[in-house]
Structures are given as C-alpha cells and as structure tokens.
C-alpha cells in the first residue's frame, strides 16, 4: 500500500540556519499539508496545497517558512532561519476523497 | 471560534472495560468528522470518519449535532487500544481543507 514518505527522520540544526524537510506524497493525491507538533502539545495546522500554491496557512506560517513541489513527487517545508521554538515534529499529509495520509513525521531539534 | 475540545488527556481502563473517549466541537457547518489514532511510534493514521458509519477495530462514533459532540466508544477495551486519539473535524473554506485536531487523549489500557 503506498504511503506518504518524509526525510529525514530526525533533524538538528543550529538556530539561525535554514532546513528544508522533505517530503514524498502518494502519487495520485492533490492536496498536500504540512503539521507540526511542538511536543506535548496537539498538531498544530500549518499550510494547505492544491494546484501548485498555497490554498491556506496558518498564523505559524510566517515569512521563514516556505512551501515548494519542485517537481512532480516532493513536497519541501523549508525554515528559512530557525528559532528554538521551531524545534517540533514536523509531519506531512497528502489527501484523497477526504481523508488525510500522513508521513511518519521529521523531529527537528534546533539548538 | 472554531475548537475542538478533548477534555481527557489520558484516560486508564482495564482490559475489558468499555471506553468513551469524548470530542466535543464548535464551529459553524455541518463538518465531517474524524478520529485519528497514533499508536506507538507509528504515524497518525485514520480510525475512522463518522459519514462512513463502520466499526473499525470495534469503535463506533456518533456524531450528536445537538450536542456538538463525536465520542468515541468500545464495548470491551483491548491492550493493543492503548495509542494517543486525536478527533478532528476536516473543515472546508473556500474550496480548501484542513483539519482542526483536538489534543488528543492517551489512552492506556491496563492488563
């Protein structure tokens, strides 16, 4: 069965540097999502994507974060220069008919 | 505002006991709701959406529009239950969806 893939699984970065996490939607799915969870706290929406643009962000999406489809599989998150309060799970989602598919999620611990 | 509201952060039962796992909502519409379980070290993956009406893993939801409520119910509580549960009602503005996750309960079934 195809799932949604994100690398990688476990990110540290210093504060003030940009990361780029990656992610591998299932092939046939049009809307695209990205969610992070700070931990112990719930999922947290960030931004939506249809049609190679953002449909809809989130307050938490500010200008240090950008989404990007570079070509017809990935789907990036990148944080242009990283704040301590950035350190979360990080989780894609692909949708189809409704129902969202998520990836097994990006720890990003920034220092 | 739009909420969603998991008053249990973590519920203890005994193996065999029934559970109810409560969600309660406010927003405007009729949303589409769903339950959202994340076992272990597993990702989030769906239980089960309250149009599709199937017991899935012996769990049933009802959606009580009057009460604004979507719990989630198991006549007799299994070990393998035990896993974070998210309900979350998938919102629709604009053409676009995402969805708004409550906090989650724990859920530990106990031998």
């Known amino acids: 069965e195809p799932e949604v893939t994100q690398t990688p699984s476990h990110q540290v970065t210093q504060m003030g540097q940009e990361v780029i996490l990656r992610c591998v939607p299932i092939?046939?799915?049009?809307?695209f999502y990205w969610y992070r969870q700070i931990l112990g706290q719930k999922v947290e929406f960030l931004v939506s994507?249809?049609?190679?643009?953002?449909?809809?962000k989130s307050e938490i999406f500010d200008d240090q974060f950008s989404v990007e489809r570079p070509d017809g599989s990935n789907f990036t998150l990148k944080i242009r220069s990283t704040k301590l309060e950035d350190s979360a799970m990080y989780f894609c989602?692909?949708?189809?008919?409704?129902?969202?598919?998520f990836g097994p999620g990006t720890r990003l611990t920034v220092l | 505002a739009q909420r969603v509201t998991q008053p249990e952060k973590l519920l203890s039962v005994f193996k065999g006991a029934p559970v109810e796992l409560k969600c309660n909502y406010s927003?405007?519409?009729?949303?589409?709701l769903f339950w959202y379980v994340q076992y272990s070290r597993q990702r989030l993956q769906l239980l089960l959406r309250?149009?599709s009406r199937e017991s899935i893993k012996g769990f049933t939801a009802d959606l009580n529009k009057g009460e604004t409520s979507f719990h989630l119910k198991k006549p007799f509580a299994q070990e393998e239950d035990s896993a974070m549960y998210y309900c979350?009602?998938?919102?629709?503005?604009?053409?676009?969806?995402?969805?708004?996750f409550g906090t989650g309960t724990r859920l530990k079934v106990l031998a």
């Open positions: 979350a009602p998938l919102l629709c503005h604009s053409g676009t969806y995402k969805y708004i």
């Open positions: 927003y405007s519409g009729s949303p589409e």
């Open positions: 994507f249809y049609n190679n643009e953002i449909s809809e």
């Open positions: 989602a692909s949708m189809i008919l409704n129902e969202q598919f």
């Open positions: 309250h149009i």
């Open positions: 092939s046939n799915h049009l809307y």
